[in-house]
């Protein structure tokens, strides 16, 4: 499986996003569609990008009864996309459900990556809100075996936990990582950034850069240099 660049669409509409995607003439970046974007313009949305030719990973974060993420995915599944995505502390047997509800009736399905701990929460948080009282990182490395264990693809995680997770799940099941700057760009609300030369480095996957890109003065060109040092 290829490194991507994935582009964060943070807008709020669906005439900002597509006059965004329509500067990109040549090759066709993988787009994010977050909360914000599915919530305000549905499914016809994730259809009318994926008709530009634009791979999709459709950022939904679910978190319910097994029962419920499996009807939801079943859903997800019909809209054609690529990589979708659920919290892995909805227990193994909530993303074995989501596994069988994403799966279509010719056994093709999207990729499957799970949320392991959000990077808002630190420790002092998971120990205080979540009674978590084990390390953060022993955490994220046991949400992603448990993820891999359910017959997941990947983890949602910091670069600089890629090499951890692979560590323990092997160089097969896929980091996505956010939280990417460029070494001279603003961070913006990011605490801990990497660049994507380092993240290549680091062993991610696929990285998922927002404002880097949406904010740049030339979206184009700050897309081409995060492939050329990420990708080529
Ligand atoms: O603009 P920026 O590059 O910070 O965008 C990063 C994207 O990745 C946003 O859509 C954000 O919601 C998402 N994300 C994140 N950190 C996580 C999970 C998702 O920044 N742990």
């Not at 977050?34 to 016809?44: Q, R, V």
């Not at 891999?148 to 090499?163: F, I």
């Amino acid at each position: 499986m290829g490194k991507d660049v994935i582009i964060a669409c943070d807008f709020s509409s669906a005439g900002e996003c597509l006059d965004f995607l329509s500067e990109f003439t040549g090759r066709k970046p993988y787009v994010k569609i977050g909360m914000e974007l599915f919530y305000s313009a549905g499914p016809d949305m994730v259809r009318k990008i994926k008709e530009k030719g634009h791979p999709i990973f459709l950022d939904l974060k679910l978190h319910d009864i097994p029962n419920t993420v499996m009807k939801a995915m079943r859903v997800l599944s019909n809209l054609d996309i690529d990589m979708c995505n659920l919290h892995a502390g909805g227990t193994k047997a909530m993303m074995e459900a989501a596994l069988t509800g994403l799966t279509r009736a010719d056994g093709s399905r999207p990729l499957l990556i799970a949320v392991t701990q959000l990077t808002s929460t630190d420790e002092a948080r998971m120990r205080a809100d979540l009674l978590i009282e084990r390390p953060l990182a022993e955490v994220v490395q046991h949400y992603a075996v448990c993820a891999k264990e359910a017959g997941l693809d990947g983890v949602v995680c910091s670069p600089l936990e890629a090499e951890q997770v692979h560590h323990v799940c092997g160089n097969r099941f896929l980091t996505v990582t956010p939280g990417v700057r460029f070494p001279e760009g603003d961070k913006g609300d990011q605490a801990r950034v990497t660049s994507p030369a380092d993240a290549k480095k680091m062993g991610s996957d696929y990285i998922v850069v927002g404002r880097p890109i949406t904010a740049a003065a030339d979206p184009v060109a700050a897309y081409e240099r995060c492939v050329a040092d990420f990708v080529d």
